[in-house]
């Protein structure tokens, strides 16, 4: 299971002409471009030339810290997670799939075995091989080796760039479907990064008649306006500010807010989520930003007030291929920035990534 298997180290020298090719992080803020042997290809493994990759907070935050949360980066792993490309080569199991197919690929790996697989909660699988998750390599290379289950064939009018965004998008269809977004639901939204945004336009597809999202940030707040949310709400990170806040956003819905999604993750935006939500309304933790929170709980629960999480996300690709098939998706605007594939301009990619400022996504073409 090659970018999902366990960590080859990193050879030392870059190769020649020909070799497979992938960026490897292999110290702090350090990323080689280096060869990367790829596995046989199974019976039901298919060869990907990766054409489009794009760069997630996770990437930029093991690139940094060299970990995220228990997950420990120790030994040289080749970057990457949201990806799509081309078929190269099929195992002989692989009916679904031919050479030259362009495909989106999910990057979890999970057992089929256990209880959570089993139930159809495979995003749980305790024994999950996901992309550049330590230990198992990513999918920033010039080809990998996947399952073939987990490739996804694109639909004509949606490009290679766009199939890689299948992955970030499915975790905003992932947190709709969680927090029961629907025709009827008004919605808020904090945060207004790269997740917030894919998850706002998730839950316009799914039919939120009303999307209220909030920021600190003028102009992601003025990227979501332009990408349809109803109404911004700019906020600060002092909690003095709180009770005044959650009047401006409700008075900026009009209405009840039916459904909360926090994609920030912090104590505030949590507890801003909490306060706002109507009783018997519902809040979905997305974001991750921080591992312990102080949040109002008892007052949420004394209204009835539902909250769940998510953990990245299942059975989303099919959905999300059709919404950009159909239109009712448009990432394009999404990707604010893009790069080739060589030392120099993986490492200004990455720097223009973390910066963050302007840059919503940024895209690697291969």
């Avoid at 980066?73 to 679904?96: F, L, R, T």
């Avoid at 003025?222 to 906020?235: E, H, I, R």
Wanted: aromatic share 6%; proline share 5%.
């Amino acid at each position: 299971m090659g970018k999902g298997g366990k960590g080859e180290a990193a050879p030392a020298a870059v190769a020649g002409e020909g070799e497979n090719m992938a960026a490897w992080l292999v110290a702090k803020d350090t990323l080689k471009i280096m060869p990367f042997k790829l596995p046989p290809l199974g019976p039901y493994d298919v060869r990907v030339r990766m054409k489009a990759v794009g760069i997630c907070g996770s990437d930029v935050h093991y690139l940094k810290e060299m970990r995220i949360a228990h997950f420990v980066v120790k030994e040289p792993m080749v970057i990457g997670h949201e990806c799509a490309g081309i078929i190269e080569e099929v195992g002989g199991g692989v009916k679904h799939l031919v050479a030259g197919d362009r495909v989106a690929l999910e990057p979890g790996i999970s057992c089929w075995r256990c209880r959570h697989c089993k139930g159809g909660r495979y995003n749980l699988c305790d024994d999950m091989k996901f992309f550049a998750t330590p230990p198992y390599h990513g999918s920033l290379a010039d080809q990998i080796v996947h399952p073939g289950d987990l490739c996804f064939k694109l639909p004509d009018n949606v490009s290679l760039e766009e199939g890689a965004m299948c992955e970030p998008l499915s975790v905003g269809v992932h947190a709709c479907r969680r927090a029961d977004v629907g025709a009827e639901k008004n919605v808020l939204i904090m945060g207004a990064g790269p997740i917030g945004l894919v998850t706002m336009l998730s839950a316009r597809a799914f039919g939120a008649p009303r999307i209220v999202i909030a920021d600190v940030d003028e102009h992601r707040l003025s990227v979501a306006k332009s990408l349809g949310a109803d109404a911004t709400v700019k906020v600060s990170t002092s909690t003095d500010d709180l009770a005044g806040e959650i009047e401006l956003i409700q008075a900026a819905m009009g209405g009840d807010i039916d459904v909360s999604l926090d994609c920030a993750g912090f104590s505030k935006t949590m507890s801003t989520a909490l306060e706002a939500t109507r009783p018997g309304g519902r809040v979905c933790l997305v974001g991750m930003g921080h591992n312990e929170m102080t949040v109002p709980l008892t007052s949420a629960a004394i209204r009835e007030v539902d909250v769940v999480g998510i953990f990245r996300y299942k059975d989303t690709w099919p959905l999300c291929l059709d919404f950009l098939r159909s239109g009712k998706i448009d990432v394009k605007p999404l990707i604010t920035h893009r790069f080739g594939f060589s030392q120099t301009e993986v490492e200004e990619a990455f720097e223009v990534s973390a910066r963050g400022r302007d840059a919503i996504k940024v895209m690697f073409n291969l």
